[in-house]
Nanobody, 125 residues
Framework: QVQLVESGGGLVQAGGSLRLSCAASGRTFSRYAMGWFRQSPGKEREFVAAISWSGNSTYYADSVKGRFTISRDNTKNTVSVQMNTLKPEDTAVYYC??????????????????WGQGTQVTVSS
């Protein structure tokens, strides 16, 4: 049974920073890519960032490029996303996911096998 548990969400003012983390268990973590997605009310879940199994390749949605940084620690089975210069439009529930997407499909939800329960990020203006 794979379990992903996110943490680090909260309320922050625009321009501030948050760091989300996701702890994985139940699978050989280092063999899989990890992704972060988000969903705000009334909208579909969307891709935020992904990182390859080795950590050597990272991918970002255009909306977060230059502001968010994804990283992983395979010794601790964790993946994190550092979010800087947050904007009100970043407000959403953030989910981590694990899977084996090819590089051109990292943004596709169906490429990920398991998902966390999500953590709320609220950015006030």
């Amino acid at each position: 049974q794979v379990q992903l548990v996110e943490s680090g969400g909260g309320l922050v003012q625009a321009g501030g920073s948050l760091r989300l983390s996701c702890a994985a268990s139940g699978r050989t973590f280092s063999r899989y890519a990890m992704g972060w997605f988000r969903q705000s009310p009334g909208k579909e879940r969307e891709f935020v960032a992904a990182i390859s199994w080795s950590g050597n390749s990272t991918y970002y949605a255009d909306s977060v490029k230059g502001r968010f940084t994804i990283s992983r620690d395979n010794t601790k089975n964790t993946v994190s996303v550092q979010m800087n210069t947050l904007k009100p439009e970043d407000t959403a529930v953030y989910y981590c996911a694990i899977g084996k997407p090819t590089p051109v499909r990292v943004q596709i939800l169906g490429e990920y096998d398991y998902w966390g329960q999500g953590t709320q990020v609220t950015v006030s203006s």
